[in-house]
Each structure stands twice: as structure tokens, then as C-alpha cells.
């Protein structure tokens, strides 16, 4: 017998069906309610809502549990790659080595990009942001390679391998011409990761040499940021995507939303705090103070996660890699002086701990991207090279739903109710 909710709305009543995850998470179906007795729900930021039936991620924010494809994301950041880990969220199982290979071969083969792209990097103004470029680079990809949607054959080996290899080499380009330097191109003999690094930062006077534990940590970083359930840029792209649009113009948007500094922008956010504290002295107990301060807007950065109630899974491991990062650069920088500072005093204040604001992988995400000498303008487009497997997988889970629908939220009304139009002549002024 299949489990039921009884809604009761004034002298009205109805059973509404109570559906299980594989986790045992439970759902009430409420897709009838409008059609059979008139309401709507009202769930600001939609926080209680599920949009959709998925078989990618799975987190549990209680507990601290994130899971790609069934695999705990600690296994993936200890013995994966990101490649591999690309390929097991886009196919749902986890590569031979047959298959793995060829996968590498093709992202490899579609590494470049079209000459004529360049042209676009070199007419954005000056000051144009990153991830404002990659976006619209990103959505200009299906004029110089249309989709293929013909068969899945088509759409994993060409399509899909096109953005995840493009989408690195473009983020490269971006940085090296807003430096005025020569475009490095990526080199048949190297890695994802290592590909990007040379990409970024080799040069006709100093080569790339491959630093094998900067390799590991940016491996670990794209890992951790691959996917993410339903978040706000994840949502996006299946949103766009209900309305059958296609892969390239979905990303583009997911690029869009992941900007704000409430979602992608988080990492970016964190280093502009410690620049902030820095330059105020570096002492921060004026800052941990107003923190704390309810009436104060500020907040700390870093601190916290909208969905974990405990240690971000994902923090832990990336809190290891920059810890060792930093031992083995031995880098001096006052601002990692200054984030060491917070993370003691996160890690022992009854209110940081009673509040459940510990550091999130935001806040060490941010150190790691700075010792590998990531400029903190191309931090978001670091997170949304590491979100591209996940968001091509959920456009792929969606487009392939047969009880999909276009995305078409209601809402509740509070405007004004019926009025008439007065002619300009007789308005009050």
C-alpha cells in the first residue's frame, strides 16, 4: 500500500502521495493540489521544494554526506581524477580503463579552440569580469560547433568532450589576453589539470614545469566543486533546459547564475575579506565581534553553508590539501596569516560551533586557488571549469526525463487588485 499525506485546507481535504528516495528521503507529491483544490504552496527560495527526480548527486546536510553517482566524495579527492570523476557523473558508472583512455583522447582532441574566438576575447572592454566573458564565449560555442543531439553516441563523445575541453582552454585564454601575453595552447602530453596549469601560466621565456602536488590539489579542487545537487546555478541550467534549449546556451546561464557572490562568487568573497582585515591591521577581533552582532549586516565569508548543519564534507578534504600546499610553498602572506587566525577561532568559539558556521570549502578553496597563483579575478571561473560535469549531467538527466516539464513555477499575488486606467489629463500630479 503506498504511503499517503492528508492535506486539510479549510472544509477541504486530500491525500497526496508520499514518495521515497533510495536514501530513505521522503517527498509529498503535490502536483495535483492546484487542479484539485485551488492552493499553491508558497516556498521562498525553495528551500523545501524538490524540482525534480535525480539519480546523480546525493548530500545529506544533517549529517555532512556528499555522494557522486553513489561514491562518497572523499573516496573521489583520495583516488580519482577529475576526468575520471567527469566521466562518472556524465555516464553513471565509473570508467574501465579502455574507456577511461578514450575519453582522455577525446577531451584532448577537442582542446582547441577555433582560431576566430580570438577575435572575441580582444573586443571585450577592458574591464570586462571573467565569468561575464566565459558566458558569453560558452554560448557562442554553437555557432562555431552546433549541438548534436542526434544520438547519445554523439552527445557524450563530441558534444559533451567539446565543452569540458573548450571550457578550460577558453578560461586559460581569457587570463592570458587580459595580460597581453602570447595564447599558450595545451600540450598532447599532459593532463587535464597540468594542461590548464601550463595553459596559465607557461611562457616563451619560462616554461611550464609540472608540480605534481599542485596537479593533485587542483584535481582534488575540481572534484570537490563538481556537483552539488540542486544549487542555485545546477537549477538554472535544468531550468533552461526544460524548455529544450540547448547544452551550450543551458551552461551559459549556469555560468550566469553561479557569478553572484552568494553562490560562486563565495571564494572570491573570502580573500576580499582578509584584504579588508589586512588592510584595517590584521587583528581580527573587531571582526569576529561584529559577526556576532545580530544588528550588524556584516558577515564573515566562508563561514557556514545554506544546506550543511554540520563540517562541510567537502572543507575537510580541502582543508588538508591547503594545509599541506602551504607547508610545502612556504609561502608569506599576511592574508593566510590572517584566514589561519579566523579558522581558530571558528574551530573554538561556542558561538561559531553552536551556530554551525564553520568554514565551508569556500574558505579554503580560496587559500588553495591563491598558493597556486590563481588570480582572485579567476577564482568563479575555476569553480565553474569544476561545476561543468555536473551541470552537463543534470541537463542530460533532464533532457532525457520522460516526465519532464518545462520549468513553470506559480507565485502568490499581493498586488493591487483591479483598478482603472485614468487618462493623463485627469491623473493628480
Do not use: C, S
Given at each position: 500500500m503506498k504511503s499517503t499525506a492528508t492535506l486539510i485546507a479549510g472544509d477541504k481535504s486530500m491525500k497526496l502521495p508520499v514518495i521515497t528516495g533510495t536514501e530513505n528521503e521522503k517527498a509529498i507529491d503535490i502536483s495535483s493540489l492546484k487542479r484539485t483544490l485551488g492552493y499553491i504552496t508558497v516556498d521562498p527560495g525553495f528551500a523545501n521544494t524538490g524540482s525534480c527526480k535525480s539519480e546523480i548527486t546525493f548530500m545529506d546536510g544533517e549529517k555532512g554526506i556528499l555522494r557522486y553517482r553513489g561514491i562518497p566524495v572523499e573516496q573521489l579527492a583520495e583516488h580519482s581524477t577529475f576526468v575520471e570523476t567527469a566521466y562518472l557523473l556524465i555516464n553513471g558508472v565509473l570508467p574501465s580503463a579502455e574507456e577511461l583512455a578514450n575519453f582522455s583522447s577525446l577531451l584532448t582532441e577537442h582542446s582547441l579552440v577555433h582560431e576566430d574566438m580570438q577575435i572575441f576575447y580582444q573586443n571585450f572592454p577592458e574591464r570586462s569580469h571573467p565569468m561575464g566573458i566565459l558566458s558569453s564565449m560558452v554560448n557562442a560555442l554553437n555557432s562555431f560547433y552546433p549541438f548534436l543531439g542526434a544520438s547519445l553516441e554523439e552527445r557524450i563523445n563530441i558534444t559533451v568532450t567539446r565543452l569540458l575541453s573548450k571550457v578550460r582552454t577558453m578560461a586559460a585564454m581569457s587570463y592570458k589576453i587580459s595580460r597581453g601575453h602570447r595564447v599558450e595552447y595545451p600540450r598532447p602530453d599532459l593532463s587535464y589539470c597540468s594542461n590548464f596549469l601550463h595553459m596559465m601560466f607557461s611562457t616563451p621565456v619560462d616554461p611550464y614545469a609540472e608540480n605534481l602536488d599542485f596537479v593533485k590539489a587542483l584535481n582534488v579542487f575540481w572534484i570537490l566543486h563538481a556537483d552539488h545537487e540542486q544549487n542555485c546555478s545546477t537549477s538554472t541550467v535544468r531550468l533552461v533546459g526544460s524548455a529544450e534549449v540547448n547544452l551550450y546556451s543551458s551552461i551559459s546561464a549556469g555560468i550566469c547564475a553561479l557569478w553572484g557572490?552568494?553562490?560562486?562568487?563565495?571564494?572570491?568573497?573570502?580573500?576580499?575579506?582578509l584584504k579588508v582585515i589586512h588592510q584595517d591591521g590584521g587583528d581580527v577581533t573587531p571582526f569576529i565581534k561584529r559577526a556576532k552582532d545580530k544588528n550588524d549586516p556584516f558577515r564573515l565569508m566562508g563561514f557556514g553553508h545554506r544546506v550543511y548543519k554540520t563540517y562541510d564534507p567537502r572543507a575537510k578534504i580541502i582543508k588538508t590539501v591547503c594545509d599541506r600546499l602551504l607547508k610545502l610553498t612556504q609561502i608569506n602572506d599576511p592574508l593566510l596569516d590572517i584566514a589561519k587566525k579566523l579558522e581558530d577561532v571558528a574551530l573554538s568559539d561556542p558561538y561559531f560551533i553552536d551556530h554551525n558556521l564553520y568554514p565551508n570549502v569556500d574558505f579554503y578553496s580560496g587559500i588553495v586557488l591563491r598558493t597556486l597563483g590563481i588570480p582572485t579575478s579567476m577564482f568563479?571561473?575555476?569553480?565553474?571549469?569544476?561545476?561543468?560535469?555536473?551541470?552537463?549531467?543534470?541537463?542530460?538527466?533532464?533532457?532525457?526525463?520522460?516526465?519532464?516539464?518545462?520549468?513553470?513555477?506559480?507565485?502568490?499575488?499581493?498586488?493591487p487588485q483591479q483598478l482603472k486606467y485614468i487618462p493623463i489629463d485627469q491623473r493628480e500630479s
Open positions: 557572490p552568494l553562490h560562486g562568487g563565495a571564494n572570491q568573497a573570502v580573500i576580499e575579506m568563479t571561473v575555476m569553480f565553474a571549469i569544476g561545476r561543468l560535469p555536473g551541470w552537463i549531467a543534470q541537463w542530460l538527466e533532464g533532457h532525457d526525463d520522460t516526465e519532464g516539464k518545462l520549468f513553470r513555477p506559480n507565485q502568490l499575488y499581493v498586488g
